[in-house]
C-alpha cells in the first residue's frame, strides 16, 4: 500500500514539474528576436539602418570636392579601394590593381536587407501587443523614410542617370521590392518608377507622421523638416526646382542658425541647432582619416571659395604648410570623427 502511495505521489510531482515548466523544452531559436512592441520594431530597423556605416558614405569620392594629393603612393591599400570611385571606373567595384573585389560591394546586400526590414514592419506592426496607435503611425513613417532613402542611394549608384521624364521612361533604374515575399529574380522597373515610388513612400511617411502627432526632440529621430529636406532633394534630381523650393519654403522660414564662431568638434553635430536629422550613434564621417590614408586632398578650388576669415573654412578643412609657409596639402574635415 505504501509503495503504490508513494508512486501515486511521485507521478503527481513529475506532473506539477512538468505543467510548471510547459514549454521549457520547446525548440527556439535563440539569435532570432520577435518584435512585441512599436519600440521593438523602430529599434530591430534602426538599430539595423545605422549598423555598418553612415548611407552613401563613398559619395563624396564620385564629387569634384576631392583630387589626388601631390605625395603619391600608388601600392597603398586604401588608394586601391578609394581611386575607383574617385575616378569614375566602370566597375567601382574592384580594386585597380588586384582586380579584388573590395568590401563596398556589399553595399547593395546592405540595402535590401534593411529594405527587407522596412518591408516586414510595414506589414506586421500593426498587429503588436503593446504600443499606441500614433507610436504605430510613427514608426511606419521611420520604415517609409528608410526605404525611400535607400532606394534614392541605390538608383543614384546602380541606375542610369536621370535626364528628363521622357527619358526616364526607358531607362533602368532598380529592382523594386516592396513586401516581404521572396521570389527567385527580380526585374529592374524604370527610373521614372523608380522615382514615382521613392516619392510615395515619402508622401506616405508624411502622412504618418501628421497622423501620429508625435515629435520628439532628437537628431536620431525624423521630422517632418528632415523629410521634407529629404523630398526637396529627390525633386532636385528631378529637376523639378519648382517643387524643390515649395517645400523647403516653410522649412528655410523656420530654420535656426548656429554661430560657427562657438561651435567646436564636440558640438559640430549633437549641439548645432542646424542639425535636423542624423543617421543615428553610429553617423560619422571618416573621409577625413581616409583622404590620410589613401593620399587624397580637398579641391583646391573649392577650399579657395572660402574667405581668410570664413568660420567654415577653419572647421571644415585641416592643411599643412611646407618650409616657406605655403600650403601644400588641403584635408578634408578637421576631425576624424565629427
Given at each position: ?32 528576436f ?49 581611386r575607383?570611385?574617385l ?16 568590401d ?18 510595414l506589414e506586421?506592426?500593426d ?9 504605430i ?11 525611400a ?8 549608384l ?13 531607362a ?27 516619392l ?5 511617411c ?19 523638416d ?9 525633386y532636385?534630381?528631378l ?18 542658425l548656429?554661430?560657427f ?14 542639425t ?11 573621409v577625413?582619416?581616409?583622404c590620410?590614408?589613401?593620399?587624397f ?33 588641403i584635408?578634408?574635415y578637421?576631425?576624424?570623427w565629427?
Amino acid at each position: 500500500m505504501n509503495k503504490y502511495i508513494k508512486s501515486l505521489l511521485a507521478i503527481a510531482a513529475i506532473m506539477v514539474l512538468a505543467s510548471g515548466c510547459k514549454g521549457f523544452l520547446d525548440e527556439t531559436d535563440q539569435s532570432k528576436f520577435l518584435p512585441r512592441t512599436a519600440d521593438h520594431y523602430s529599434s530591430a530597423l534602426l538599430g539595423e539602418f545605422n549598423y555598418n556605416y553612415a548611407p552613401f558614405a563613398y559619395a563624396q569620392f564620385l564629387s569634384d570636392e576631392l583630387q589626388d594629393a601631390n605625395v603619391v603612393q600608388m601600392n597603398n591599400d586604401t588608394r586601391e579601394i578609394y581611386r575607383p570611385y574617385l575616378c569614375w571606373q566602370k566597375d567601382l567595384e574592384l580594386n585597380m590593381t588586384s582586380y579584388a573585389k573590395n568590401d563596398h560591394s556589399t553595399y547593395w546586400a546592405y540595402c535590401y536587407k534593411v529594405i527587407a526590414l522596412c518591408n516586414n514592419l510595414l506589414e506586421n506592426i500593426d498587429g503588436v501587443e503593446e504600443g499606441t496607435k500614433a507610436e504605430i503611425e510613427y514608426v511606419k513613417a521611420e520604415a517609409y523614410f528608410v526605404r525611400a532613402y535607400l532606394y534614392f542611394n541605390l538608383v543614384n549608384l546602380y541606375g542610369e542617370p536621370y535626364e528628363n521624364a521622357e527619358q526616364a521612361k526607358t531607362a533602368l533604374g532598380v529592382p523594386w521590392k516592396d513586401a516581404s515575399g521572396v521570389e527567385n529574380y527580380y526585374d529592374r522597373v524604370s527610373l521614372a518608377e523608380t522615382y514615382e515610388n521613392i516619392l510615395s513612400d515619402i508622401d506616405n511617411c508624411l502622412a504618418n507622421l501628421a497622423s501620429s502627432g508625435l515629435k520628439y526632440d532628437s537628431i536620431y529621430k525624423i521630422s517632418e523638416d528632415a523629410v521634407k529636406i529629404f523630398q526637396s532633394r529627390v525633386y532636385l534630381f528631378l529637376k523639378d526646382y519648382e517643387k524643390v523650393v515649395s517645400v523647403l519654403e516653410p522649412v528655410i522660414k523656420n530654420a535656426k542658425l548656429v554661430d560657427f564662431r562657438y561651435l567646436s568638434s564636440e558640438t559640430w553635430l549633437k549641439g548645432n541647432v542646424e542639425t535636423v536629422y542624423c543617421f543615428g550613434a553610429n553617423t560619422k564621417n571618416n573621409v577625413y582619416s581616409i583622404c590620410s590614408n589613401a593620399y587624397f586632398e580637398s579641391n583646391w578650388d573649392v577650399f579657395a571659395i572660402y574667405q581668410e576669415d570664413d568660420q567654415r573654412r577653419e572647421l571644415w578643412f585641416t592643411w599643412s604648410l611646407d618650409n616657406n609657409k605655403e600650403i601644400n596639402l588641403i584635408q578634408p574635415y578637421k576631425h576624424t570623427w565629427s
